[in-house]
Each structure stands twice: as structure tokens, then as C-alpha cells.
């Protein structure tokens, strides 16, 4: 049921990391995560790209970031992978807890 709600809700806030070294994307996703907690909005699509390489969606795809985003209090679930070049994720809002992970 959440998979559903999400794949056909337009409540995504939208961060893209095109040209981005992955420790400075992790960081642009944990702030707009927090800022989806903030405004209520329960997922997020991350435009990674994937004309120039993978690490970015290999990443944002992995069980890593997810656990990565569970240290720091945010606790996420993959939604739907579409086009090679996003990710969408859901937010549970009321697991969120600011937190910040450091590399």
C-alpha cells in the first residue's frame, strides 16, 4: 500500500545531484530530507543522472544508504526506480529524527 501511494502521489521534493562527488550528495539528500520533515512531505526524488557514471545511483540504491540514513535518524524506503537516472525514496515521517551523518 505505501509503494502505491507513493508512485502515483506528486508530494516529492526534488533534489538534484548531477556533477556531484557522492559525500557532498549525501549531505544534499539528509538536508532535503530534513526539509521533507519539515514540510510534511513524505518522499523524495533524487535525480542522479547516469550518462557519467554509476556511483551516484548505486548509492542511492543501495541497502547502505539506507542504513546510513537509519544512523542519522532518518528512516527511508525505496519507492520506485523508473528511469536510470532517478530514485525515489519514501520518508517514514513519524520515525524522522534530526540527525546528521558525517562521512
Same mark, same amino acid.
Given at each position: 500500500? /505505501?509503494?502505491? %501511494? ?5 508530494? /516529492?521534493?526534488? &533534489?538534484?545531484?548531477? =556533477?556531484? $562527488? ?6 544534499? &539528500? *539528509? *538536508?532535503?530530507?530534513? *526539509?521533507?520533515?519539515?514540510?510534511? &512531505?513524505? =518522499?523524495?526524488? +533524487? +535525480?542522479?543522472? $547516469?550518462?557519467?557514471? #554509476? #556511483?551516484?545511483?548505486?548509492? @542511492?540504491?543501495?541497502? %547502505? @544508504?539506507? *542504513?546510513?540514513? %537509519?544512523?542519522?535518524?532518518? +528512516?527511508?524506503?525505496? &519507492?520506485?526506480?523508473?528511469?536510470? =537516472?532517478? #530514485? ?16
Amino acid at each position: 500500500m /505505501f509503494l502505491e %501511494k507513493h508512485i502515483n502521489s506528486a508530494h /516529492f521534493l526534488i &533534489v538534484d545531484l548531477h =556533477g556531484m $562527488y557522492l559525500k557532498d550528495a549525501i549531505i544534499d &539528500v *539528509e *538536508e532535503k530530507l530534513e *526539509e521533507c520533515k519539515d514540510r510534511g &512531505v513524505e =518522499g523524495l526524488k +533524487i +535525480i542522479h543522472g $547516469y550518462h557519467h557514471g #554509476t #556511483t551516484l545511483r548505486e548509492y @542511492f540504491q543501495s541497502n %547502505k @544508504f539506507k *542504513e546510513d540514513m %537509519k544512523c542519522a535518524g532518518l +528512516i527511508i524506503s525505496l &519507492v520506485h526506480i523508473k528511469n536510470l =537516472g532517478d #530514485t525515489q525514496i519514501g520518508v517514514e515521517m513519524q520515525k524522522l529524527q534530526k540527525g546528521k551523518y558525517r562521512l
